[in-house]
């Protein structure tokens, strides 16, 4: 168990071009800290710099009060979980988790314990005498997870272990993965590219993009409350809808205004959007926060409008519902209580409190 500090870590492989960029981070012993964000944002290199995989051009990663920018890798007390499990093909369940604490010379006693604590823990120490081609995929991630855990090291990184997984199986093994952390309770740092695993796996989340740490939070707080306008769009889904307009002062009333389409903005937001008056600004909306009429959550005599449905995505028990005014695209999601048709017309009303601003320019939210 141990705290990791990031302190203005950067790698670059080019110079003057930045993988990472002076980015600093504090995972609190025992947290489970999920590093998320498109292909090419910095995660996995600054995921293989704190396990000495990849050399730092500039900065200091601390583990448990050490600075350890020059030590082994073997000498970190890290574990790490790779995407494609690097199992040995040759060698059965029992021997893969117990190889590690082979090379370390420990006594055959206390390897056999803590593979069947280990295997017990995971439920596959029926599988021990099996090689890794007679295990399924899901079993293979365990076994994987299992070769991390008999280790006991102070921190787990986990490299987008489910990538290779099918929908159902990444789905039982990120709860699996999470009663782990609850039952071992070591520090756990895990990247994925999946913001559906980064809300529902971790204590906090840094969504990472271009090299950069765009926002540090909980799953919650960085959901409703987002930095920018990349954090907005890339957590949720479907992804938050964004238009373009300006706010505009009628009578001592701020609206926001893109086209024919005007929205009267609540008391408290204004308080906040008083400086942007006559400006652009980018307005950004949830999918569940705009409502059919019909079915509305909100007060319908304020802020609804017409708009022509583009496209119907059925989902069960709810519809995606591509909608258009004038230029402008968006997506509401509503539940599944009538028969909705393509090119006809739908009342919508749209939740302004929920409603995000940002800067048209700096792309920073306006209202945190």
């Given at each position: ?23 600093s981070l504090e ?72 190889f590690g604490l ?212 059925q989902m069960g ?52």
């Amino acid at each position: 168990m141990a705290k990791v500090i990031l302190k203005q870590i950067s790698k670059s492989y080019i110079k003057g071009e930045y993988a990472v960029k002076e980015s600093s981070l504090e995972i609190h012993d025992q947290e489970f800290l999920v590093l998320v964000g498109p292909s090419g944002c910095g995660k996995s290199s600054t995921l293989r710099m704190i396990a000495g995989l990849e050399s730092i051009t500039s900065g200091d990663i601390i583990i448990e009060d050490r600075i350890v920018n020059d030590i082994h890798p073997k000498d970190r007390d890290i574990a790490m979980v790779f995407q494609n499990y690097a199992l040995y093909p040759h060698m059965s369940v029992y021997d893969n988790m117990s190889f590690g604490l082979k090379l370390r010379n420990y006594p055959k006693t206390e390897i056999k314990s803590r593979v069947q604590n280990a295997a017990t823990i995971l439920g596959i120490d029926h599988l021990l005498n099996r090689k890794p081609k007679e295990l399924s995929g899901g079993e293979r991630q365990r076994v994987a997870v299992g070769r991390a855990i008999v280790r006991k090291p102070k921190v787990f990184l986990f490299d987008e272990p489910l990538s290779n997984l099918d929908a159902k199986m990444r789905v039982l093994m990120r709860t699996e993965i999470s009663k782990i952390h609850r039952r071992i309770q070591t520090t756990m740092i895990y990247v994925t590219h999946d913001q559906v695993e980064a809300m529902t796996m971790g204590d906090r989340i840094v969504v990472m993009n271009q090299g950069v740490i765009q926002q540090v939070d909980t799953p919650l707080a960085i959901y409703e409350k987002p930095a920018n306008k990349f954090v907005a769009e890339f957590i949720g889904s479907p992804p938050m809808n964004f238009i373009v307009g300006k706010i505009v002062n009628l009578n001592d009333i701020l609206f926001f205004e893109s086209g024919n389409l005007k929205l009267s903005l609540t008391l408290e937001i204004s308080k906040k959007m008083q400086s942007m008056t006559d400006k652009q600004v980018i307005l950004g909306i949830r999918a569940e926060d705009i409502y059919d009429k019909l079915y509305s959550k909100v007060a319908t005599d304020i802020n609804s409008f017409l708009a022509l449905i583009e496209v119907v995505e059925q989902m069960g028990s709810e519809m995606y519902i591509h909608l258009r005014i004038e230029h402008n695209t968006f997506v509401a999601k509503v539940d599944a209580h009538k028969k909705l048709d393509v090119n006809q017309d739908l009342d919508v009303v749209l939740d302004v409190s929920k409603c995000h601003f940002f800067d048209a320019e700096t792309e920073k939210s306006l209202l945190n």
